[in-house]
C-alpha cells in the first residue's frame, strides 16, 4: 500500500471539504473592483472548455466576494476559452511564441550553480506543447483586455483559491499601487498570486503592502493587467519560453508590482497533465529528484482492429500504442488468422494492425460487442474482410491530411479515451518491425538457465515473459563489427566526442562531476568517493557521446568497479520519449552483468517517461569483470538487440520480447554510479570508498 499516496489523497479531500465549507461563508468587500475609474472592471477566467467544472468551481470561489458596488465579485467575471495543447493546430509554430529558449532564460529568474555548471547558459530548450499552450492563452487574454472596454483585468487561471484575509490584501496593494502611480491610470502589472523562485526573487521598494519584483517570480494565476500594460506586452512578442519566466524581462518596463504575500493560490487538488520542458534538466542537475512515474494501465478499451493504407511509416500503430493499447502489427504475408488462434492473441494484445483475419475470425472479431474497428483512409482490409460487414456504430474512419492531429479525434472518440497531449505520431519506418511480435522465431534457441533479474514494469509496452525466458544463444556465435567506423575514441586523454557529464538522475546518490572523471594512458576512470555534492553524498564520474546515434554497433573496454552498492554502466538513453538499451555491471556480483530495455511510445519529442525497472535480465560471465578489461557491445539494429562479450553474443531480444524494440536515436553513456534502493547491488561500504571503473577504445559502428 503506498501510504504516500493514501495520505495525498486525504489532504486533497480534506482541502476540497474545508472550501466546500469556506464557500458558504462570506469573504468580505473587495473595493478594488467595480465600476469607474481606478477599479478593476473585470476577472477574466482562462478557463478551457473541456472543463467546465473548473469554471464553476472559480465562479463560486468569486462568489464569496463583494465589490465596491456591492455586486457579487462573480458578476464581473468573463470566460476567456484557453488554448488547449491537444489540439495540434492550435500549438503550431507562429509569430507569437519562440518555442526554443535556453537555459539561461531559467537561471535569470532562478539562479542555481548547479544547474549552470551542468549544461551552461548556452543550453537550448524546447518548449512543451502545453507550455505553449498557456503561453498562447495569456497572449490571448491581453488581446481581449486591449480590444475590451475596462481599463484595469484580472487575468485567472481557473485552479486557484482566495487564502484567508485575501479581500484587506488585495484592497491594501491596490492603493499603495495606486500611490506608486499617482499621475498615471494606475498599475500596469500587479501580481496577486506568484511563486517566489526559490526564495531568489529580487525585491525593491519594498512596503507592508507590496514591492517592485526586478526578477523571480514564477507562475501567471492572477495578475491585475491594465490596457497599458497589455499593450506593452503585445509589443514585446514574441513570447520566448514558458511565458511565466518570460515576463520577469518585462518587469521593468512594466513598472510590475506584486503583493508582498500571495492572496491567491493555486489549488492543490486540481491536477493537471502539465509537462514543463526544464523538468529533465533539473532533476539531472539533482535538483528535483522526483519518483519514478507510476506505469499507466493497458487501456480498458478493446479488442481494436485497425487497417492500414499499408504507407511506409506506422503511425496508427504507435498511436494506438501511446493511447496504453498493447500493440501487434502484421505484415500482410502471415497465414490467415483462424477463429482459435484470434482469442489466444487477444489474451496478450489489445490491438492488432493489419491482421490477416480468416473469414471465421471475422465472424468472431465482429461478434465481439466490445470489439472497435480503426479504418485509415484507402485502407487496405485484405482477403476475406468486407467493409459492409463491418458494424458501422463500431468503426471510425481516419482521415488522410497532412495534419495528423486530426486522426485524434475520431480514433479517441471511438476508444471513448482523451486524446493525449502529444502529437499524433508519424510513426517508424515499416522495415524497422518496431510492433512485430517475432519471439516466435526465437523459440528454436535453447532455454536458458540464466535468471531474469524480476519483476519488470507491467506496462502496456512489456510482455511479462515466461519461465523459459531469457533465451540462450548458441555459444559458438563470434563476429567482428563490420560497416563503418563513426566514432573510436581511446579515451586515454578528454575527447570532444565522449565528454563528460555534470550532472545526475533521480534513484542516484552520486553526483557526476568533473573531478569524477579522470584520463590518463590506461583510459577513461570513473572514480566514486564519499563527498557531499549537494544533496548526494557520493561523487562520481560520467562520460556520453556528444551527439545521438541511431541503429548500430556500440563496444567499449571496461574494467568494471567492484564493491556493494556500486553499478558500472554502458548504456544508450534518450528522454521524450524515454527509450534505453543498458549493459550494468553491479559491484556486489562481478561475475554477471544486467541487460535491461526501456520503451516508451512516441516520436522524438513526445512527453513519455514511464518505467523505473524496465525488463532486466541477468547475464553469467564466467569472469570476474572487476579484474580485467573485457569488451563489452550493444548490437542494435531494426527488430533486434543483442549484446556481446569479449566477440561472443551472450544474449539477443526481438519485437516483444519482451518489449517493442527502441527506434529513436540515442546518446551513448557510461557512469559509475550509486542506485538509491540495495535491491539492484546491495548496501555500498564507504569503508571500501574510493572505487573506480575504467573504460577504454570506446567506438560506435554503423
Avoid at 458596488?69 to 462573480?74: F, I, K, N, V
Avoid at 548556452?122 to 483586455?145: G, L, N, Y
Wanted: glycine residues 10%; hydrophobic residues 40%.
Amino acid at each position: 500500500m503506498n501510504l504516500q499516496k493514501t495520505f495525498g489523497r486525504i489532504q486533497r479531500l480534506a482541502f476540497r471539504a474545508s472550501r466546500i465549507m469556506f464557500g458558504l461563508i462570506h469573504g468580505g468587500r473587495i473595493s478594488a473592483f467595480g465600476k469607474g475609474r481606478g477599479k478593476i472592471g473585470m476577472v477574466l477566467i482562462v478557463n478551457l472548455e473541456r472543463q467546465p467544472q473548473r469554471l464553476r468551481r472559480t465562479l463560486r470561489e468569486l462568489g464569496r466576494f463583494i465589490t465596491s458596488d456591492g455586486a457579487s465579485l462573480a458578476s464581473l467575471a468573463r470566460r476567456l476559452a484557453a488554448v488547449d495543447a491537444r489540439d495540434g493546430r492550435e500549438v503550431a509554430a507562429t509569430a507569437d511564441v519562440d518555442q526554443t529558449y535556453f537555459l539561461g532564460d531559467q537561471l535569470y529568474v532562478q539562479p542555481d550553480g548547479r544547474l549552470e555548471e551542468c549544461f551552461g547558459v548556452d543550453e537550448p530548450i524546447r518548449m512543451t506543447r502545453q507550455e505553449v499552450a498557456v503561453a498562447r492563452s495569456h497572449i490571448e487574454a491581453w488581446k481581449a483586455i486591449v480590444a475590451g472596454t475596462c481599463e484595469n483585468v484580472l487575468v485567472l487561471e481557473d485552479d486557484v483559491w482566495f487564502r484567508r484575509g485575501a479581500a484587506a490584501a488585495i484592497d491594501r496593494g491596490w492603493r499603495a499601487a495606486g500611490r506608486r502611480c499617482s499621475g498615471e491610470r494606475g498599475p500596469r502589472l500587479l501580481y496577486l498570486s506568484y511563486e517566489d523562485a526559490g526564495g531568489t526573487a529580487a525585491r525593491v521598494d519594498i512596503c507592508d503592502a507590496l514591492f517592485r519584483p526586478k526578477r523571480g517570480l514564477w507562475f501567471l494565476s492572477g495578475y491585475v493587467l491594465s490596457r497599458e500594460g497589455a499593450e506593452t506586452l503585445l509589443r514585446s512578442m514574441p513570447v520566448i519560453g514558458p511565458v511565466d519566466m518570460w515576463i520577469n524581462y518585462r518587469f521593468d518596463e512594466l513598472g510590475a508590482l506584486a503583493l508582498s504575500s500571495p492572496a491567491i493560490l493555486q489549488r492543490p487538488d486540481g491536477g493537471s497533465d502539465n509537462c514543463y520542458s526544464v523538468l529533465p534538466y533539473l532533476a539531472r542537475a539533482g535538483i528535483v529528484d522526483a519518483n519514478a512515474v507510476h506505469m499507466p494501465r493497458r487501456a480498458a478499451v478493446g479488442p481494436v482492429f485497425a487497417w492500414t493504407a499499408g504507407r511506409d511509416l506506422e503511425g496508427l500503430a504507435m498511436a494506438l500504442s501511446m493511447l496504453g493499447l498493447r500493440v501487434r502489427v502484421f505484415d500482410g504475408d502471415e497465414h490467415a488468422i483462424g477463429a482459435n488462434d484470434l482469442s489466444a492473441l487477444l489474451e496478450t494484445f489489445d490491438a492488432l494492425v493489419d491482421a490477416p483475419l480468416s473469414t471465421d475470425a471475422t465472424s468472431a472479431a465482429i461478434g465481439r460487442t466490445s470489439a472497435k474497428f480503426v479504418l485509415e483512409a484507402d485502407a487496405c482490409l485484405g482477403r476475406g474482410i468486407e467493409l459492409d460487414r463491418l458494424p458501422s456504430a463500431r468503426i471510425a474512419f481516419l482521415p488522410n491530411c497532412e495534419s495528423g492531429d486530426a486522426s485524434w479525434q475520431p480514433l479517441c472518440a471511438l476508444l471513448g479515451v482523451a486524446p493525449p497531449i502529444q502529437a499524433f505520431p508519424i510513426g517508424p519506418p515499416r522495415e524497422w518491425r518496431v510492433f512485430r511480435d517475432d519471439r516466435a522465431a526465437a523459440l528454436r534457441l535453447e532455454n536458458s538457465a540464466a535468471p531474469w533479474a524480476g519483476p519488470i514494469d507491467d506496462s502496456p509496452w512489456a510482455i511479462l515473459p515466461g519461465s523459459g525466458w531469457p533465451l540462450s544463444l548458441p555459444t559458438d556465435q563470434a563476429v567482428q563489427p563490420n560497416g563503418t567506423c563513426l566514432v573510436r575514441a581511446m579515451m586515454t586523454t578528454p575527447t570532444p566526442l565522449f565528454p563528460g557529464r555534470i550532472e545526475t538522475f533521480p534513484g542516484n546518490l552520486a553526483a557526476f562531476t568533473r573531478e569524477g572523471l579522470v584520463h590518463d594512458a590506461r583510459g577513461a576512470h570513473l572514480v566514486l568517493s564519499k563527498m557531499a555534492i549537494g544533496d548526494r553524498p557520493y561523487r562520481s564520474g560520467a562520460f556520453a557521446s556528444a551527439r545521438t546515434f541511431g541503429h548500430g554497433r556500440f563496444e567499449a573496454e571496461i574494467r568494471a568497479a567492484r564493491g556493494s552498492g556500486l553499478v558500472t554502466g554502458f548504456f544508450l538513453h534518450r528522454d521524450s520519449p524515454r527509450q534505453e538499451i543498458d549493459v550494468e555491471l553491479t559491484g556486489n556480483d562481478p561475475y554477471s552483468m544486467l541487460v535491461n530495455v526501456y520503451f516508451n511510445p512516441g516520436d522524438d519529442g513526445a512527453s513519455m517517461g514511464f518505467g523505473y525497472r524496465g525488463s532486466p535480465c541477468r547475464i553469467e560471465l564466467g569472469f570476474d569483470a572487476s579484474l580485467d578489461f573485457h569488451l563489452y557491445a550493444i548490437d542494435w539494429s531494426p527488430g533486434c538487440i543483442s549484446w556481446w562479450v569479449d566477440g561472443r553474443a551472450v544474449h539477443e531480444r526481438v519485437g516483444w520480447d519482451p518489449t517493442p524494440i527502441p527506434h529513436l536515436p540515442m546518446r551513448l553513456h557510461a557512469n559509475l554510479w550509486v542506485p538509491r534502493s540495495e535491491e539492484l547491488a546491495g548496501r555500498i561500504d564507504d569503508r571500501a570508498l574510493p572505487s573506480t571503473a575504467t573504460f577504454r577504445n570506446v567506438s560506435i559502428w554503423a
